[in-house]
């Protein structure tokens, strides 16, 4: 996993954002609203540039977000033209990631297995082919605590060029 290499504030002029650190929240908010939704949105764009948002299932490994989507879906379309996404578990506190889908391929066996086990865990069900799914590896990150914005608003910027 790639560590926060930044931790601030969001730059969002006229929503009170504090500018000092008190508040701020921490890596482990992320990790558990990442590990524990159910469903996660998903923003991707179309070719012609208008947005698409649809929920998904997916597991939250080692600061991976992983998924999977038909072929044909307009999401997976999406993708092969324009692989930046946006990612936000549900719930009433926000994590947002954005990042870069990329697809998986020739997937280690260590991996598939790591990857189906913690979807049989969460959904009870899962799948070894893994190849074909996608990996988001974020870029950057913003949360908030429901009833804490704006003083726990946070941005982190990761390593993951």
Known sequence: MTEPVERGR???PGYGIPTNRRGMLSWDYV???MIAAQNYWVATVRPEGRPHLTPVW???MDGVFYFGSGPQTRKVRNLSENPHVAVHPEGEDVVILEG???TITDPGPALAERV???STSKY???SHDIEGSYAVRPRVVFAWSGSGFPNT???WV???D
């Open 100 to 102: 870069v889908a990329e």
């Open 124 to 126: 009870g069900m899962g």
């Open 58 to 60: 997916g597991v939250w």
């Open 158 to 160: 990761l390593g993951n």
């Open 31 to 33: 990790e558990e609203r």
């Open 116 to 118: 189906y086990a913690a």
């Open 10 to 12: 969001p730059y969002a």
């Open 153 to 155: 608003a946070t941005r």
